[in-house]
């Protein structure tokens, strides 16, 4: 059941096209990630959902509330869709304790004051920062106070919860770390999620379905397993990083499409007068093997290997045909 | 429903305190008898005014002045607040708070009593034997004397500029090798330029608007400037009030240019400082350092401030003025004066705190809800607003008060504040509300959005985020500036004058009274109250908003 | 702010009650504490209530101009005879002949406005000053005064021009040629009276040409060491007169008023503040009718000529 629905969302500032005709539906209990370079329309989108803004067109209907629907000008505004936000620079009020900021929902929600304690000690046991309550934000550290964010999102118990780019502002470690846990939450919590980001490595651990936009629409949309096994085109390859982008000549196979992206665990390395002969031009040892950087026929490849290559080394690359994937130009 | 009321209520306000007295002046210079509700002889006050050589000249002189001002101006300040960034925290507050003293001095007892230092038979004759009469009678000496007065301004902004500059990027600059004089004129400079330039318009504004220099020092070498014309226009018959309005419009237009030009580039070196929050570790100052520290701003500090206030503290003491610096010619009778004479010098200063304190408090609330509209709400015609919001910059004290009559004084008004002290509080309003609207325009804007919308997500409406989320975030700035607002209403006289209705003085018009009957010394003794009242009230409040930190 | 409307409207609506009784609004140029008490005494004998806006001579014409919609101003006193002249010849002004005028002398009253009282012009020195005592207007072109002279300037204040206009009417050549000596002799000009006096107290400079000699007794009497002179070859008065304005709508209260000015009592009071009294019948605390050498000359005539005599007069300044 879906329990959001955009259709035909537009959206200009000025000349600028930002967004241009979008639907999308949300189902119930999934994460959605709308992933895309700075620029392509995804934060406008969410703020459009979250109705911090207006779009030019369309409608978005919720479970049992229009949002907007311009043509009949109906807009819903912020305070009265019963969400949760989570903001990327936090957005907590630094005059408030944790608990005060966790609160907050609440008493906007006119919930008792039993409840509102009862409730606050339940989302910030679910964010393990109870034994901060009563502390500034500012005692706290960024991930603490990312935490505080999402508790708040989560006290009026909302439908649905928009994630403004949670973890950039965090470190590499922390990201992760708090990645998973909003992963856990949200599936312990059956929570309904929007997500933006341009970190792929974010999309792929929170996300069921991720939207990839470009230039104010919906490039390709998908499991994240799918959308990166099968990018649609040379655009969507290029952005997800999946492995190398070749014309399709030097690879020798007989397909319509111009270009071929051959995974790095596709080449496999073999004696230097063998396959397609290629000059090793970097080594480096990422997590267990090492990453080689080598020059093919003018075009840079990326491969892995058990064992160190010297530089300028002279190598043969073989390809396992049954990985590479034929790409269409696209739009680029 | 709340979005409109609040536009609707932000503009009205801003309509009555601002609009009408503007509209009011326009009108005039275009229609000579618009003051007796005629429309007859339109432009014939405007055209010759244009054309006369007189007003050319005093428009040049102006200029001239205004920017050899703020010039020695940001000369004195700049390496002033560079040596400020580096300084500990706690010598850093100490040496801000007193340049903030400046702002006290009535600009017009200032000049008096730089005259009582410098001049022939001076105090500075009486004791070291030399003077600087010449000096001080010259283009160089008022430049001297107004700088002084008004560098504080632009050493505060670039100060801010600078010690946020010198965290972020000077340590860079330096790991590559950078002089600490290179890195100042390539790296710290040219960041701190828009900075500089920006409080440097502001100077140059306050600088063209001011009266009581040009009049005092200026008269004595034939330097006429567009205000002192206007004052000339004023003083003796035939009264030219069309003509002064003209003036008034001139000095409008050039105020506002400049003030377009500060507000353009201080949203620029907005965007460079935007990251405030890094906060100062800065080694401790060796023994050396610090005595050249205590020297520069101890000097200046004497100069700038030291002298003109011994000075009216001396004056305030001493029985007659022919009788100079002398044992004998000390008294209390000046200030005993004060506050018994017929009880007038203490409603006077009772008046004055009054109605400085309601300005405050309503600048401050008017300032609040503007704000807010021009900033978050983006309505359309918030442009307008804003366009009312920053012109009272650009209006002087006595155009102010002939716009606030035409508009007021009318038979067609039901009710009218219009000779009722109220007047006053409407041309405080009015000329102080620049104040409050600048400061937490730019706190406001400094607060993330996020802080707004994540209220909003979570229900509340656009009275609750104001009250529970800006106000308390809002309100350690918001009460600086009233007390801002506070000093200088304490002290504003030419709008005073004009406005006050009969029987009721404020401190600066009683101030003038003691002039204007050669009783320097009474005006002085009743500056020295009114500078350490309001300063006691400016200390405590620093301290307010050092203890709500 | 509920309150504060509230208070506003109580403040209006007492200010309006207080109206409807007898009240006549005064504004007045000059000293103070002469107003007041002239208020004070007028509200105790006749039970009128004066309210009193009290500013210098040009701040009130140009309160009283801008108010033009809507006059205030019941009963007005200025220090510049200039300013009565103008009003009159505009139709501004009430016809009123007071009783108490009898014994104002001739010069000093119109069928619509008349002197309250009057300031002399006078050389005030500083006798700290080591110079000598000057005696006539001339003396202060001799070498000895080099750089010690100021004079009030007759664009911004109403009894140096008519100083002015009384030394040019006695003898036009004689008048230039003294100023061009002044001028030569480096007197300045550096503002109104008090910005002419001020320096000779402070002793910048020593000595004022043509100050209005009310305030300089004023300050002898404080203690100030200051000497006044009145050039025997003769000096003008500058007259303060009182008006009363045509749109006033309490035309009997406002006759009272000036008739109190004129009385006996009122007189005393002009004259405690050093003040030579209209009437030639009061005793004067100070040099009196009698004492003077006063120029004659037609002020309205010469009054019909200020703009070119201040022309003139600044040229020769070098302004």
């Known amino acids: 059941m879906s329990i959001l629905s955009l259709h035909n969302i537009s959206k200009s500032f000025g000349d600028e096209v930002v967004l241009n005709n979008i639907s999308l539906d949300v189902a119930a209990g999934s994460f959605i990630t709308l992933l895309g370079p700075s620029g392509c329309g995804k934060t406008t989108l969410l703020r459009i959902i979250a109705g911090l803004e207006r779009p030019d067109l369309g409608e978005i209907h919720a479970k049992k509330m229009t949002f907007v629907n311009v043509a009949r000008n109906v807009f819903l505004p912020p305070q009265k869709r019963k969400l949760g936000f989570v903001f990327q620079d936090y957005g907590l009020w630094p005059h408030m304790t944790v608990a005060e900021n966790v609160a907050f929902p609440l008493k906007m929600a006119k919930a008792s004051p039993q409840d509102v304690k009862k409730r606050v000690g339940e989302v910030l046991d679910a964010v393990r920062l109870a034994q901060h309550a009563d502390k500034l934000p500012e005692k706290l550290s960024g991930g603490q106070k990312q935490r505080v964010s999402i508790a708040r999102a989560l006290a009026a118990k909302p439908d649905l919860i928009l994630f403004d780019e949670p973890l950039s502002n965090l470190d590499a470690n922390l990201r992760e770390d708090l990645g998973r846990d909003i992963q856990v939450l949200s599936k312990q919590l059956g929570l309904t999620c929007i997500n933006v980001t341009h970190d792929r490595r974010e999309a792929q651990i929170l996300s069921d379905q991720i939207a990839l936009m470009k230039d104010g629409v919906i490039h390709q949309l998908g499991q994240p397993h799918d959308l990166f096994r099968n990018p649609r085109d040379v655009w969507a390859a290029r952005f997800l990083d999946v492995g190398n982008i070749l014309p399709v000549g030097i690879i020798q196979i007989d397909v319509p499409e111009h270009f071929v992206m051959v995974p790095r665990k596709a080449f496999r390395l073999v004696e230097a007068d063998q396959g397609l002969s290629a000059t090793a031009t970097n080594c480096m040892f990422i997590e267990d093997r090492f990453e080689v950087t080598a020059d093919l026929q003018g075009h840079e490849v990326k491969l892995f290997s058990n064992q160190p290559i010297g530089q300028e080394q002279s190598i043969g690359l073989k390809v396992d045909l049954a990985d590479i994937l034929p790409l269409s130009h696209g739009a680029c | 429903m709340l979005r409109p009321a609040l536009f609707l209520l932000s503009s009205s306000t801003l309509i009555v305190i601002v609009g009408f007295p503007v509209l009011a002046i326009l009108l005039f210079a275009i229609f000579p008898h618009i003051n007796e509700l005629s429309l007859a002889a339109p432009l014939s006050a405007l055209l010759p005014n244009l054309a006369n050589e007189k007003l050319i000249e005093a428009t040049f002189n102006s200029l001239r002045l205004a920017l050899s001002v703020t010039l020695v101006a940001a000369i004195i300040a700049v390496p002033l607040a560079y040596m400020r960034a580096r300084f500990p925290d706690r010598l850093g507050k100490i040496c801000d708070a007193m340049f903030l003293i400046p702002f006290l001095i009535p600009p017009y007892i200032g000049s008096l009593a730089w005259m009582q230092l410098l001049q022939r038979n001076g105090f500075v004759e009486q004791i070291l034997g030399f003077n600087l009469n010449t000096f001080l009678y010259s283009f160089s000496g008022m430049v001297t004397v107004m700088a002084l007065h008004l560098f504080p301004l632009i050493y505060f902004t670039t100060a801010s500029v600078f010690s946020v500059i010198g965290r972020k990027y000077g340590d860079v600059a ?34 063209i608007e001011e009266f009581g220099t040009p009049e005092i020092l200026g008269a004595r070498f034939g330097f006429p ?49 935007d990251n405030q929050s890094v906060e100062a570790k800065h080694p401790p100052l060796s023994p050396w350092a610090m005595v050249g520290v205590v020297v520069v701003f101890g000097g200046l500090f004497g100069i700038a401030v030291g002298l003109p206030l011994l000075t009216i503290a001396i004056s305030s003491f001493m029985d007659t003025l022919s009788g100079g610096l002398a044992w004998d010619n000390l008294s209390l009778r000046t200030l005993r004066e004060l506050f018994i004479l017929d009880g007038d010098g203490w409603a006077a200063i009772m008046t004055s705190l009054t109605l400085a304190a309601f300005a405050a408090i309503f600048t401050v609330m008017i300032a609040t809800v503007v704000v807010f509209t021009v900033v978050r709400l ?5 442009g307008f607003l804003d366009f009312l919001s920053i012109l009272p910059n650009s209006i002087p004290g006595m155009a102010v008060a002939v716009g606030l009559i035409l508009t007021w004084n009318q038979s067609f008004w039901v009710v009218t504040p219009y000779n009722t002290p109220f007047i006053l509080l409407l041309a405080y309003l009015c000329l102080m509300l620049p104040y409050p609207i600048r400061m937490i325009s730019t706190a406001l804007k400094q607060l993330p959005q996020s802080l707004d919308d994540a209220a909003y997500i979570s229900g509340a409406n656009d009275l609750t985020v104001i009250l529970k989320i800006l106000v308390p975030l809002l309100w350690p700035i918001s009460l600086a500036s009233g007390f801002i607002v506070f000093a200088i209403s304490t002290r504003e006289l030419v709008s005073s004058i004009m406005l006050a209705p009969p029987g009721v003085e404020t401190v600066a018009v009683y101030v003038f009274h003691q002039f204007d009957q050669g009783s320097v010394n009474s005006g002085m003794a009743m500056s020295l109250v009114t500078i350490i009242i309001s300063g006691g009230l400016l200390a405590l409040g620093q301290r307010l908003k050092g203890a709500m930190k | 702010m509920k309150k504060f409307v509230a208070a506003l409207a109580v403040s209006l609506a007492l200010s309006s009650a207080a109206n409807a009784a007898e009240t006549i609004v005064v504004y007045s140029a000059g000293p103070k504490p002469l107003s007041g008490a002239l208020a004070k005494a007028f509200e105790a004998k006749t039970g009128i209530q004066v309210k009193l806006f009290q500013s210098s ?23 510049s005879w200039g300013h009565a002249i103008t009003l009159d010849k505009a139709g501004e002004l009430l016809a009123y002949t007071s009783k108490n005028a009898k014994n104002v002398p001739a010069s000093l009253k119109t069928g619509t406005y008349v002197a309250q009282g009057a300031s002399a012009l006078a050389i005030a020195y500083n006798t700290k000053s080591g110079l000598p005592a000057p005696h006539h207007w001339a003396d202060l072109t001799k070498p000895v005064y080099k750089d010690q002279v100021t ?4 664009a911004k204040s109403g009894s140096a021009l008519t100083l002015l206009e009384g030394l040019v009417a006695q003898n036009e050549t004689q008048a230039w040629t003294l100023f061009s000596g002044l001028a030569a002799n480096d007197m300045v000009i550096p503002g109104a009276n008090k910005a002419a006096l001020n320096p000779v107290l402070q002793g910048a400079k020593g000595v004022v040409f043509g100050a209005v000699d009310y305030i300089a007794i004023g300050l002898k009497a404080k203690g100030e060491t200051l000497e006044i002179v009145h050039p025997s070859e003769g000096t003008v008065l500058a007259p303060r007169p009182i008006m009363i304005i045509k749109s006033t709508k309490h035309q009997d209260a406002a006759k ?31 040099p009196g009718y009698n004492d003077l050498t006063l120029i004659d000359f037609d002020y309205i005539a010469a009054a019909n000529q200020a703009v070119k005599t201040k022309a003139k007069f600044a040229h020769i300044m070098g302004k």
Do not use: C
């Not at chain 2, 018959?237 to 201080?266: K, N």
């Not at chain 2, 983006?378 to 918030?382: L, P």
């Open chain 2, 174 to 207: 330096k790991v590559f090798g950078g002089h600490t004089i290179t890195v100042f004129w390539q790296i710290n400079f040219p960041m701190a330029l828009p900075a500089l330039l920006s409080s440097g318009l502001i100077v140059f504004i306050l600088t």
């Open chain 3, 151 to 154: 004079m009030p300037d007759p």
């Open chain 3, 256 to 286: 009272k008023f000036v008739d109190f000015v004129l009385s006996d009592a009122g007189q005393t009071l002009v004259a405690n503040r050093y003040i030579l009294p209209a009437r030639s019948d009061i005793q004067a605390k100070r």
């Open chain 3, 57 to 79: 001579a040009g701040k009130i014409m140009a309160r009283y101009q801008a108010e033009k919609a809507n006059p205030q101003a019941d009963v007005m006193i200025s220090a």
């Open chain 2, 225 to 273: 400037v567009i205000v002192t014309s206007i004052h000339e226009k004023f003083s003796d018959w035939p009264i030219d009030l069309p003509g002064a309005s003209v003036l008034s419009l001139i000095l409008i237009i050039i105020a506002f240019v400049a003030y377009q030009g500060h507000q353009r580039l201080s949203k620029r070196f907005q965007t460079t400082i």
């Open chain 2, 378 to 382: 983006r309505i359309k015609g918030t």
